[in-house]
């Protein structure tokens, strides 16, 4: 299958600190990759410079089906079909959850759509995600859950080819953690290709076809997810030197 | 001792409307762009004396609709530069907001002096948009005052509709309230803080050609409402327009009341104990949201 996004060799430094040190990766169309790591080892800044919201990356190429999008303004990037979720909650809070999806319609297309159809598509998209209820509560109201497939919506607004999900599933109980995974999974039917950064192992395990380990801003292995969490230096990097811990992590 | 009611309200409402064209383009600004434009107050100034050059008879004499179409024309024109060299550049910094209170403010002494220069330290006036008096309700008023109370609200209502219904507009709100979600939609972020600066520049010079009518214009003579505007921005709340245009009228009659009893050497005095003591009662101001 065609590399839907090549990432060559980025980097991204803030003072000091090298939080992205030349990291490539290539997700394939279609496919669910994972990507984990410890706290602070560069993976949401990774989604910033591929998105460019709010940065682009110091150096390194970016191709978005071939194009380079490493200098590309955030709003392009979104048109051209990347779309991302934050890791912390970002809505418009006294805004609808019909109109914060719709907002997403209005703007994020390269084509312009029809009042109705955006109308047509929001109503969809917040059924897709299971937030087909009572439309009419502003975002500020709603409970962490909804608020991260709120998140999920407003950016399927945009129609992306290419999803970014950040932790889509922290803070989230038990069951509402297997409902996300099943989101993601009718997500990844519908054929848009899926990049997943998650601290819930099971989760990132269950859904990804393959997975990356970031530590301090550096790719520490990469492959089938089931071979990479046996990874020694995966379960030094997660645990410290006691890897003994290493089977409760997994 | 008896008080003139209908002098005080009318010269509070004519202040009220400069200050709340003044103060929305800063609070505009301050929503979408989260900076203060310490360089407002320098718009207003210069649509007066751009104004005036373009419409006098001392200058280019093409009439006063001509002016003021031209001053508020060159003053967008001067709100995109300004955010184009003293903000856009520093728009990734986190110290942004004390960085643009330096920029702004150097822009603003820079173009203040380059103003002496050009006009020199001659007071100028500018014609007034109608002759004469006029009666309504029995109050005796200028005909360009009663302009100026008119025209506000109708500009201000103009200005709201554009946020509230156009696409634009609801772009600019959605910046306004939470920007990274503005650009993971795909919102043009950075093209409509640019439009922001214009159209707050824009209204800032309209304000200034239409104080020319009623008040010497001098190379400082933004200073004061920029000041005003500020405090109207706070007292009205942060983050709320409506907020704002409220907090105009209440501070401009509050001024005008002010000067009528203590003087107007006092009124700023007065003026500043009240913002002080409301604020201590409600610290996001009238309207402002935490
Ligand atoms: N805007 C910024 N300015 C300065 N340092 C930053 C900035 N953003 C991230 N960092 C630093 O870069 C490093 C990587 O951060 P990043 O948020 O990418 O980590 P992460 O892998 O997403 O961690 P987490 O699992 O906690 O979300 C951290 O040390 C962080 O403190
Ligand atoms: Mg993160």
Same mark, same amino acid.
């Given at each position: 299958?065609?590399?839907?996004?090549?990432?060559?060799?980025?980097?991204?430094?803030?003072?000091?600190?090298?939080?992205?040190?030349?990291?490539?990766?290539?997700?394939?169309?279609?496919?669910?990759?994972?990507?984990?790591?410890?706290?602070g080892s560069g993976k949401s800044t990774l989604f910033n410079i591929i998105t460019g919201?709010?940065?682009?990356?110091?150096?390194?190429?970016?191709?978005?089906?071939?194009?380079?999008?490493e200098r590309m303004p955030p709003h392009a990037i979104c048109r051209a079909g990347i779309?991302?979720?934050?890791?912390?909650?970002?809505?418009?809070?006294?805004? !609808?959850?019909?109109?914060?999806?719709?907002?997403?319609?209005?703007?994020?297309?390269?084509?312009?759509? !029809?009042?109705?159809?955006?109308?047509?598509?929001?109503?969809?998209?917040?059924?897709?995600?299971?937030?087909?209820?009572?439309?009419?509560?502003?975002?500020?109201?709603?409970?962490?859950?909804?608020?991260?497939?709120?998140?999920?919506?407003?950016?399927?607004?945009?129609?992306?080819?290419?999803?970014?999900?950040?932790?889509?599933?922290?803070?989230?109980?038990?069951?509402?953690?297997?409902?996300? !995974?099943?989101?993601?999974?009718?997500?990844?039917?519908?054929?848009?290709?899926?990049?997943?950064?998650?601290?819930?192992?099971?989760?990132?395990?269950?859904?990804?076809?393959?997975?990356?380990?970031?530590?301090?801003?550096?790719?520490?292995?990469?492959?089938?997810?089931?071979?990479?969490?046996?990874?020694?230096?995966?379960?030094?990097?997660?645990?410290?030197?006691?890897?003994?811990?290493?089977?409760?992590?997994? | 001792?008896?008080?003139?009611?209908?002098?005080?309200?009318?010269? +509070?409402?004519?202040? #009220?409307?400069?200050? #709340?064209?003044?103060?929305? $383009?800063?609070?505009?600004?301050?929503?979408?762009?989260?900076? *203060?434009? @310490?360089?407002?107050?320098?718009?207003?100034?210069?649509?007066?004396?751009?104004?005036?050059?373009?419409?006098?008879?001392?200058?280019?004499?093409?009439?006063?609709?001509?002016?003021?179409?031209?001053?508020? #024309?060159?003053?967008?024109?001067? $709100?995109?530069?300004?955010?184009?060299?003293?903000?856009?550049? *520093?728009?990734?910094?986190?110290?942004?907001?004390?960085?643009?209170?330096?920029?702004?403010?150097?822009?603003?002494? *820079?173009?203040?002096?380059? $103003?002496?220069?050009?006009?020199?330290?001659?007071?100028?006036?500018?014609?007034?948009?109608?002759?004469?008096?006029?009666?309504?309700?029995?109050?005796?008023?200028?005909?360009?005052?009663?302009?100026?109370?008119?025209?506000?609200?109708?500009?201000?209502?103009?200005? /709201?509709? *554009?946020?509230?219904?156009?696409?634009?507009?609801s772009a600019i709100r959605a910046i306004a309230q939470n920007q990274d979600s503005a650009?993971?939609?795909?919102?043009? =972020?950075?093209?409509? /803080?640019?439009?922001?600066?214009?159209?707050?520049?824009?209204?800032?010079?309209?304000?200034?050609?239409?104080?020319? +009518?009623?008040?010497?214009?001098?190379?400082?003579?933004?200073?004061?409402?920029?000041?005003?505007?500020?405090?109207?921005?706070?007292?009205?709340?942060?983050?709320?327009?409506?907020?704002?245009?409220?907090?105009? /009228?209440?501070?401009?009659?509050?001024?005008?009341?002010?000067?009528?009893? =203590?003087?107007?050497?006092?009124?700023?005095?007065?003026?500043?104990?009240?913002?002080?003591?409301?604020?201590?009662?409600?610290?996001? $101001?009238? @309207?402002?949201?935490?």
């Amino acid at each position: 299958m065609a590399d839907v996004l090549v990432v060559e060799n980025v980097v991204k430094t803030f003072g000091a600190l090298r939080a992205v040190d030349g990291v490539s990766l290539s997700v394939r169309e279609g496919e669910v990759f994972g990507v984990a790591g410890p706290n602070g080892s560069g993976k949401s800044t990774l989604f910033n410079i591929i998105t460019g919201i709010p940065f682009h990356a110091d150096s390194g190429r970016i191709l978005f089906d071939g194009t380079p999008i490493e200098r590309m303004p955030p709003h392009a990037i979104c048109r051209a079909g990347i779309a991302r979720t934050f890791q912390t909650e970002t809505d418009f809070e006294t805004l !609808s959850l019909f109109d914060n999806v719709k907002l997403g319609t209005v703007y994020g297309h390269a084509r312009g759509m !029809s009042e109705e159809e955006q109308r047509r598509v929001t109503r969809e998209t917040l059924e897709f995600v299971g937030l087909g209820g009572d439309h009419d509560r502003p975002a500020g109201d709603i409970s962490v859950f909804d608020k991260k497939r709120l998140m999920i919506a407003s950016a399927l607004a945009t129609k992306p080819r290419l999803l970014l999900l950040d932790e889509p599933a922290s803070g989230l109980t038990r069951p509402e953690i297997r409902e996300t !995974s099943a989101l993601i999974r009718r997500l990844s039917e519908t054929g848009v290709t899926i990049v997943l950064i998650e601290h819930v192992l099971p989760l990132l395990l269950t859904v990804s076809n393959r997975l990356m380990v970031l530590n301090f801003g550096q790719v520490l292995t990469e492959g089938h997810p089931k071979e990479v969490v046996k990874n020694e230096q995966v379960i030094e990097a997660y645990l410290g030197k006691r890897g003994d811990h290493g089977r409760d992590a997994a | 001792m008896t008080v003139d009611v209908p002098a005080i309200i009318v010269s +509070g409402v004519v202040l #009220a409307s400069l200050y #709340a064209m003044m103060a929305t $383009g800063l609070a505009l600004v301050w929503n979408t762009l989260g900076i *203060f434009n @310490f360089a407002h107050g320098i718009f207003m100034t210069l649509g007066a004396y751009i104004a005036w050059t373009i419409s006098d008879e001392a200058g280019l004499g093409w009439g006063l609709a001509g002016g003021f179409a031209i001053a508020v #024309a060159t003053m967008i024109g001067g $709100g995109l530069a300004t955010y184009g060299l003293l903000v856009k550049p *520093f728009q990734n910094r986190k110290d942004i907001v004390l960085v643009v209170v330096m920029t702004t403010l150097a822009g603003s002494f *820079f173009l203040e002096n380059t $103003g002496r220069l050009i006009w020199g330290p001659r007071l100028k006036q500018l014609q007034r948009v109608v002759e004469g008096t006029v009666q309504p309700l029995g109050v005796s008023i200028s005909a360009h005052e009663l302009v100026i109370i008119i025209s506000t609200p109708l500009i201000l209502l103009a200005l /709201y509709a *554009f946020l509230r219904w156009t696409r634009t507009g609801s772009a600019i709100r959605a910046i306004a309230q939470n920007q990274d979600s503005a650009l993971l939609i795909g919102i043009n =972020v950075p093209r409509l /803080y640019a439009l922001s600066f214009a159209l707050s520049a824009g209204l800032a010079g309209l304000a200034g050609a239409l104080l020319g +009518g009623i008040r010497f214009i001098v190379p400082n003579m933004g200073s004061e409402p920029l000041l005003k505007a500020f405090i109207v921005v706070i007292f009205g709340g942060l983050g709320s327009l409506g907020g704002t245009i409220v907090g105009a /009228y209440v501070i401009g009659l509050i001024e005008s009341t002010s000067t009528y009893f =203590v003087g107007i050497y006092w009124t700023n005095a007065v003026m500043f104990a009240i913002f002080i003591f409301i604020l201590i009662f409600r610290p996001t $101001g009238l @309207f402002g949201r935490n």
